[in-house]
């Protein structure tokens, strides 16, 4: 699998990396791997069943016997569709909470793994380029004001019907990104040889034709 291209997209929550990796996928025509997806899924069903957050070995479990389906846009855990279930700011919380867990990050590590496939994939987390795709071709490290990125997660969620204020919003947000930073495995941080994009005065299409036109350069050298 190693002649298989991977482009890394990471950065901090509602920067934009998931419509800037679903966009650049669709036009290279690869395949999209939505790695906080993994982390929601793996909240969601340890909220379900009421794991406690400092059982690690409970957590370990949940994230190893994950019974989730990606279906194009659509994603699974068991019979049932949490697609939307898995984006509300508590599962993210939680998400980001469980993450820091060795234990967790290991188990989800193999399923990461097992989404490169032909003609290529494009992922997009806080540590696909760090950790997971180290030897990827385009390595992206998007980022955004924490004022752009709550107002971009404000729209989101008052769109698919979750309550927020942007107050809740900046605090969560500050949080989170401390939290994803100042961890001791896998910390938020942009990796080696990462291009780095502001995209606070940015729409998504104009911080997707940046990565393509990278892509394009990385590809004419190879
Ligand atoms: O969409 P947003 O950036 O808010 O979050 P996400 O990408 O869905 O990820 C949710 C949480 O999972 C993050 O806050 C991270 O703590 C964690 N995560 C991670 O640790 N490593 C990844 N590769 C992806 C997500
Ligand atoms: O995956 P991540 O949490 O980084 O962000 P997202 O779920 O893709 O959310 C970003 C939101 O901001 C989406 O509604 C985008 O349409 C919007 N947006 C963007 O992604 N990039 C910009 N440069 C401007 C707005």
């Given at each position: 699998t190693h002649s298989i291209p991977v482009i890394t997209i990471d950065g901090p929550t509602a920067s934009g990396k998931g419509t800037v990796a679903h966009r650049v996928a669709h036009q290279l025509h690869f395949h999209y791997l939505d790695s906080g997806a993994l982390y929601r899924l793996t909240a969601l069903s340890a909220l379900r069943h009421e794991v406690?957050?400092?059982d690690e070995h409970g957590l370990a479990k949940v994230a190893e016997r994950l019974p989730c389906r990606f279906a194009g846009d659509q994603i699974w855990l068991g019979n049932e569709n949490v697609t939307s279930a898995i984006r509300a700011e508590e599962v993210g919380n939680t998400a980001s909470k469980i993450a820091a867990l060795p234990t967790v990050r290991h188990a989800l590590a193999g399923l990461q793994l097992g989404?490169?496939?032909?003609p290529g994939l494009v992922a997009d987390g806080?540590?696909?380029?760090?950790?997971?795709?180290?030897?990827?071709v385009l390595k992206v490290f998007l980022t955004a004001s924490v004022e752009a990125r709550a107002e971009r997660r404000y729209k989101q969620l008052i769109d698919k019907g979750f309550p927020a204020t942007m107050e809740d919003l900046l605090k969560d947000l500050r949080e989170r990104d401390a939290r994803d930073s100042n961890r001791a495995i896998a910390p938020l941080k942009p990796a080696e040889g990462a291009h780095i994009l502001d995209?606070?005065?940015?729409t998504a299409d104009e911080a997707v034709e940046q990565v393509l036109k990278w892509y394009a350069a990385v590809k004419k050298q190879s």
């Open positions: 406690p957050l400092n989404f490169r496939i032909a806080r540590d696909m380029g760090t950790v997971i795709f180290p030897h990827a995209t606070s005065h940015m």
